[in-house]
């Protein structure tokens, strides 16, 4: 039974999951019916690239996901009733549960609401490269680097943005970590 391929779903909100893909049967007890599951492809080293031209083109990329990925988006857009912190747009496929201190700070980097903040992608991407920070008190900040550009305007709707404040949501609870912001815009600073 060992290496049974098979697809994982992984619940994140109450009828929502997510497939978890490739899985695979690593271990079977069939006394206690207890299977142990492995993530990815079972002797990955011995993989090569496919000899046909249609294989070729729908060839198998392993990619490293984050589990809890789900779950965080789920919580962070329902704490801000699926708005964009910044904007204010209300349509949920164009926005991301960014990270305030990465998952990989394993201080403070826990997947939970008052470490995510919903951005939509022009804005999560412009968070991510500093150039667009949040100080503790919820003030929004442009780097100099696009304020001083003339370009069109989504250039200037992102400059707009600097003095302003992010939306936050009703309960307290769910606001930015006022910490975990100024890690984080000590590290927006750094990087002017």
């Given at each position: 039974m060992d290496r049974v391929p098979l697809i994982y779903f992984l619940g994140f909100a109450p009828g929502l999951y997510q497939a978890i893909v490739p899985a695979f049967i690593a271990e079977w007890d069939a006394t206690r019916l207890i299977a142990?599951?492995?993530?990815?492809?079972?002797?990955?080293a011995a993989l090569s690239l496919p000899e046909t031209?249609?294989?070729?083109?729908?060839?198998?990329?392993?990619?490293?996901?984050?589990?809890?990925?789900?779950?965080?988006?789920?919580?962070?857009?329902?704490?801000?009733?699926?708005?964009?912190?910044?904007?204010?747009?209300?349509?949920?496929?164009?926005?991301?549960?960014?990270?305030?201190?990465?998952?990989?700070?394993?201080?403070?980097g826990?997947?939970?609401?008052?470490?995510?903040?919903?951005?939509?992608?022009?804005?999560?991407?412009?968070?991510?490269?500093?150039?667009?920070?949040?100080?503790?008190?919820?003030?929004?900040?442009v780097s100099e680097k696009l304020l001083v550009q003339h370009d069109g305007p989504m250039l200037e709707a992102l400059k707009r943005l600097n003095g302003g404040t992010i939306y936050l949501p009703t309960r307290?609870?769910?606001?930015?970590d006022r910490e975990r912001l100024a890690r984080r815009f000590e590290d927006f600073r750094a990087a002017q």
């Open positions: 142990s599951i492995a993530f990815g492809l079972p002797g990955e031209v249609p294989e070729r083109r729908y060839a198998l990329d392993t990619v490293k996901k984050r589990l809890h990925q789900g779950t965080f988006r789920e919580a962070v857009l329902t704490a801000y009733k699926g708005r964009c912190a910044l904007s204010g747009l209300p349509e949920t496929r164009l926005l991301d549960a960014a990270h305030i201190v990465a998952d990989g700070d394993t201080g403070y826990q997947p939970v609401v008052s470490n995510g903040i919903p951005l939509s992608k022009i804005h999560h991407a412009a968070f991510d490269a500093h150039l667009i920070g949040i100080d503790p008190d919820y003030r929004l900040h307290d609870r769910d606001r930015p």
